[in-house]
């Protein structure tokens, strides 16, 4: 899908690694297209980091959907059957591990003394912990083919803008502010 044709879009996802900045370009677009952002790990986690219950995470991922205009930013590969097929534009950055690790690691620094993230529910103070480091670092082997596959499956590939990379962020966000202004 090319830039230009973004502005008809009314539901937008954003997909990658932890780190790769999804929340950062999900305000950049929700500033450009004046679209409302849903970040969903506000929707799947509960205070002290706690899963929500599978069945009940399904619901809200369907009232969410629902919604008439979005940009949803989270991965959550176990409701791509719900939120591919009603994007209309899927952004998916594809990052290195190393640079998400990284940027992981400074994002626990600077929100290391706050309640929570802007983009996180109360409650989830950010931690370093092994096993999110390990998701990071696993994310193209395990994750990455996920996204791959489910973009076949639903049938979304003409949707799909890959970005690979903070460079080919920026020159994104600069076609866009120079088309749409």
Known sequence: MSP???KQTKRILVVGCSGSGKSTLTR????IFDLPAIHMDIHFWNSGWVETPANVWREKVEGLVDQPRWIMDGTFANSFDLRM??????VILDFPPLLCLWRAFFRVLKYKKSDHRPDMAEGCHERMDWE????????????YPKILSALNEYRCEEKAIFLKGQRQVDQFLKQLENIYG
């Open 28 to 31: 950049h677009l929700e500033n």
């Open 4 to 6: 230009e044709l973004l």
């Open 85 to 90: 097929p009603r994007a209309e534009a899927i």
């Open 132 to 143: 999110f480091y390990k998701y990071i670092l696993t994310y193209r082997r395990i994750v």
